[in-house]
């Protein structure tokens, strides 16, 4: 069904009031504002109607209406998304999931949980760690962001180096269909045969459906932990101790990176004194298992970031000493956005033994587009977060915002790297999926879509580029010789 872009929203919103509860549609506009952007704060598109359902039945309900009458309608968790996933370009109903909170089964001896997709990530290890047992993905916005928002990022984190992204912990999801019909994918065994369809679903940025109780996998907390924080003179001495530590076989639970500036944001935020200030960078490294095993990583990981060049090793092995450094890395982003209120986060990838070269080419970049850059990343991983720190406001900022991080992005992919490691495409980077995917690869990926979805009415206009949504911003990129940028087939009409 072709949806009828002249919606009557005053009209949908009585057909949908008497699906949900009380006070579970907001539609005024001064309300409306809070679900203006996600974390991308650089683009902004007011939705006209958000729905708050309770129960699977109530966004089925919702769903089926919509898909009666040719709506889109888009999920949302917390709004922590970096890619635009969340935002409502075009008319849609949003449909959160903030009243969808409850735990609905622990099963401990099977080592898994079943929640709703609303449910807070750092909360799933809250229900379990008094019995011996964590939730392994933990993105640095796991305060705040939801399992579905989590599951349909295919989000990763701190320890996702060691224990693997949120697609290693999801054993099945229930979901609504675009059509409204209700299925499950997956199930409660690891291995369930016939086509994976549950890995389907995870990352496909809610374009296929809405995720509405998901089973995960639980891990049990392990018996020792030790993190060790390292201190370097050059981002590209603490990168070759990237390289060291991977290349003698000790896997680290986490391998998080800061540099000065983020050093300097974090303890000034917290008024102290926690990281060198002289430091060019910093490591923080994780180690967990058996104590033996612990020791002896600890001091073969101190060893090497000693050999690569750095000042000192500090090691913290209580709770408390731990959690004292890991704060400023859990804080660095909250902490740079008190000194620049915006910030354009870019999420590119690249193998790890590329950081140092990639590292020096990003400051290179910082320096050709006037914009500070900090860098705060899963080094591990080899996952970088350049921060581009602006002041909004400022004539034509947005725009040399938009292609330092469209340059950033080109030079991870000429590394051998990604556009996104772990924050999705979105909307912030459909225009860059023609650099890694040709017409073909986009072409299969919608029929996969359409199979779910045949009438696109599931969060319409992300992660693929279109003519219309590409046309302009590659148009500036090419005039500006960004290289290798090309504008696609049909840009020329815009
Ligand atoms: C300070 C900060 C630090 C961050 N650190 C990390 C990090 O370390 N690692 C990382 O991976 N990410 C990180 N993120 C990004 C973000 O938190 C994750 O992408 C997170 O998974 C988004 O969850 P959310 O609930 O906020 O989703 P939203 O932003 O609300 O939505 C994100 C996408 O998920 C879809 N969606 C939401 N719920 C559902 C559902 N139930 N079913 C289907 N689709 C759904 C939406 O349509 C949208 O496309 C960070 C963000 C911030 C602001």
């Known amino acids: 069904m072709t949806p009828d872009w002249r919606l009557d929203w005053a009209q949908i919103e009585r057909q949908l009031r008497p699906l949900l509860p009380e006070r579970a549609v907001v539609a005024k506009r001064q309300e409306l504002l809070a679900y203006d952007c996600d974390g991308l704060t650089l683009h902004r598109h007011q939705p006209p109607l958000v729905v708050l359902p309770e129960t699977t039945e109530q966004v089925a309900a919702v769903v089926r209406c919509c898909a009666e009458l040719g709506v889109p309608f888009i999920a949302r968790g917390s709004g922590t998304g970096l890619s635009g996933g969340a935002l409502a370009e075009q008319e849609a109903v949003v449909i959160a999931t903030s009243r969808m909170r409850k735990v609905l089964e622990v099963d401990l001896a099977n080592e898994r949980i079943t929640v709703q997709p609303g449910v807070i990530n750092s909360w799933v290890t809250r229900a379990v760690a008094g019995d011996g047992f964590y939730y392994a993905p933990d993105p640095s916005s796991q305060v705040a962001c939801s399992i579905g928002g989590n599951v349909a990022e295919n989000s990763g984190g701190v320890h996702c180096l060691k224990y693997g992204v ?3 912990h999801v054993l099945a ?21 016939g ?9 496909s940025e809610g374009t296929l459906g809405i995720a509405t109780a998901i089973t995960l996998r639980l891990l049990r907390t392990p018996q020792t932990v030790a993190v060790l924080l390292a201190d370097f003179a050059s981002m590209e001495a603490a990168g070759e101790a990237v390289r060291l530590i991977t290349g003698a076989g000790v896997l680290p639970a986490g391998m998080e990176m800061m540099d000065r500036p983020c050093i300097h944001a974090v303890n000034d935020f917290f008024g102290v004194d926690e990281y060198p200030r002289e430091a060019a960078a910093v490591l923080l490294i994780e180690l967990d298992g058996h104590a033996l095993e612990v020791q002896e990583s600890v001091e073969l990981a101190s060893r090497l970031c000693l050999e690569a ?3 000192a090793v500090r090691e913290a092995w209580t709770e408390e000493a731990r959690a004292r450094l890991w704060k400023g890395r859990k804080s660095a982003i909250s902490a740079l956005g008190r000194q620049f209120p915006s910030y354009y986060l870019q999420d590119g990838v690249v193998p790890r033994t590329a950081l140092p070269k990639v590292l020096a080419a990003i400051e290179r970049l910082s320096q050709e587009h006037g914009l500070a850059v900090a860098n705060v990343f899963h080094a591990g ?8 720190l602006y002041r909004a406001g400022e004539p034509g900022v947005n725009e040399r915002v938009k292609e330092l991080g469209a340059a950033i992005l080109k030079l991870c992919i000429e590394a051998g790297g990604s556009i996104s490691g772990e924050h999705g495409v979105g909307s912030d980077k459909r225009c860059y999926m023609d650099w ?48 290798g ?6 840009a020329a009409v815009f």
């Open 381 to 388: 991983d080899g996952n970088l977060h350049p921060l581009i």
């Open 195 to 203: 086509l994976d369809l549950r890995g389907v679903f995870i990352g």
């Open 173 to 193: 999801m229930e979901v609504v269909l675009p059509d409204g019909s209700v299925t499950t994918l997956g199930g409660s065994l690891p291995e369930m045969g």
């Open 485 to 490: 940028v090309e504008l696609p087939e049909g």
């Open 166 to 168: 949120t697609s290693n």
């Open 309 to 311: 060049g750095a000042g």
């Open 436 to 483: 890694m995917f040709s017409a073909d690869d986009q072409a299969t990926m919608q029929l996969v879509r359409k199979a779910f979805d045949p009438d696109g009415l599931a969060n319409p206009g992300k992660i693929f580029p279109t003519p219309k949504t590409c046309g302009e911003s590659l148009r500036r990129l090419v005039e500006l010789k960004v290289e």
